[in-house]
């Protein structure tokens, strides 16, 4: 899925320039991201450009991972073998996702291990929104609708970012998510329309529990994104977080009667001279809690990740080995 929280970094980051030759290559970047042209992984980068990459995607990357863990709660005991068998298609392809921008970001010159590591010892941020637990059935489509819909409306702009191995990763990621999202829209139309009133009870306390942290995955507000101006100017983020807040409820309002949920926010409204739904302040002391490490499910997330990890040494033993013995046949021959 998903990008957010990517304004949170490190306050050492400064941009620093050693040398008139450094000045001068610098010049020659900054005139090409002006021009829009597209930075491949050989071209010279100042270094400030990097370690905000490899920040952005290592985020995302591991967004992308810790984001199948919720779903993988409900993969046993999902209501039909047709919603397993999307479940099961939705959570590998989260895995794809992850793989695809962990080999994103190595083209920086950062390895997975020590991305791996950075997520492991709680170093490394991944989108807030997974440490909100999976209480029923109905929160796997509402997930689906709202996060999945929220990570497009992050993620197409993306596509043109200035990093090409980035944006060409997140051109086959957006189409896989949209997929996600029509499953999750679908599956709950199904319970409102066809089901029963515990059913569509059921959708609308997860739309409750759901709504406001999907608004949270934009990022802290434009006035308070520490670095939204310097990512615009390098073409890394092309639309403020609050533009696509803004655009996310446009579309989800308008979604949400046509399930005939309530989105929880009395203030919701359509503006006729903006244009523009209006909606209710976000609690951003409870972004900030579940970020800084405190929400329901962090510690039991994380936990889940380290495992996942340590369980799977042997597979990366045998490759290994497998991948030594080749290599000695091959010189032998
Ligand atoms: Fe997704
Ligand atoms: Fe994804």
Redesign the pocket.
């Known amino acids: 899925?998903?990008t957010q929280a990517m304004d949170v970094a490190p306050k050492d980051e400064r941009k620093v320039v050693r040398s008139a030759e450094e000045a001068a290559l610098e010049a020659r970047f900054e005139a090409r991201i002006d021009e829009g042209a597209f930075i491949e992984a050989k071209d010279w980068m100042p270094e400030h450009y990097r370690r905000t990459l490899v920040r952005q995607i290592s985020q995302h990357a591991h967004s992308e991972i810790v984001?199948m863990l919720p779903e993988g709660n409900w993969a046993t005991r999902a209501p039909t073998l047709k919603r397993k068998a999307i479940l099961l298609a939705?959570i590998q392809?989260?895995g794809g996702?992850g793989l695809y921008l962990y080999a994103a970001a190595e083209t920086l010159g950062t390895s997975r291990d020590q991305l791996l590591d950075a997520l492991h010892s709680g170093k490394a941020k991944y989108s807030s929104i997974f440490n909100y637990p999976t209480l029923t059935w109905a929160d796997i489509g509402t997930i689906g609708w709202l996060v999945?819909g929220a990570?497009i409306m992050n993620q197409v702009p993306l596509t043109r970012c200035s990093y090409a191995p980035y944006a060409r990763a997140m051109v086959r990621i957006c189409r896989?998510?949209s997929f996600?999202q029509r499953q999750g829209f679908d599956s709950l139309l199904v319970m409102m329309h066809e089901g029963t009133d515990a059913q569509r009870a059921m959708v609308q306390d997860a739309v409750n529990r759901w709504w406001w942290p999907s608004l949270m995955m934009f990022g802290p507000p434009d006035k308070d994104s520490v670095h939204g101006a310097q990512s615009a100017r390098w073409g890394i983020k092309r639309i403020s977080n609050d533009d696509l807040r803004q655009k996310f409820v446009d579309a989800t309002a308008e979604q949400a009667k046509v399930l005939g949920v309530t989105p929880p926010d009395p203030l919701l409204k359509w503006n006729e001279e903006r244009g523009h739904y209006d909606f209710g302040p976000i609690d951003w002391d409870e972004f900030w809690r579940v970020v800084g490490g405190n929400g329901p499910c962090n510690r039991e997330r994380l936990a889940a990740r380290v495992k996942a990890h340590e369980d799977g040494a042997w597979v990366r033993e045998a490759a290994l080995a497998h991948a030594r013995k080749r290599a000695t046949r091959q010189e032998a021959a």
């Open positions: 899925m998903y984001g939705k392809d989260e996702h999945d990570a896989e998510e996600h």
